[in-house]
């Protein structure tokens, strides 16, 4: 998951993933379903700050507006994965990096 200030390069030009966003219409997404969650997904392939190529997943609940305060981006390094394999792989990490942060906050193993 990346933060939406992320610096995404769409073209050449520096922007920030939530910016960027503001740019994409709903007919230029595609519905991917992962579980019982349905999402509207962009997808950017190229440069990010801090990475020369990779995939970017810009998603949205589908029963949510596509407004930057409801956008979700998803990371891949692997650009032959298609959109729902990244959603799916995401989604089931996304426990383990809860388990981590709760590890680092209120188990004080951020040492480790």
Not at 5 to 30: C, M, S, V, W
């Amino acid at each position: 998951m990346l933060k939406t200030n992320r610096i995404l390069y769409p073209k050449g030009i520096a922007i920030q993933a939530k910016q960027f966003a503001r740019y994409i219409e709903p007919n230029d997404t595609h519905l991917v379903t992962v579980g019982e969650e349905r999402y509207r997904v962009y997808r950017y392939e190229g440069a990010l700050k801090g990475l020369d190529d990779a995939v970017v997943l810009l998603a949205w609940k589908a029963d949510q507006p596509m407004t930057p305060e409801h956008l979700h981006c998803v990371l891949s390094t692997d650009r032959e994965l298609s959109d729902e394999e990244i959603l799916r792989y995401y989604a089931q990490r996304w426990s383990i990096e809860c388990f981590f942060r709760q590890a680092k906050d209120q188990l004080k193993l951020d040492g480790y």
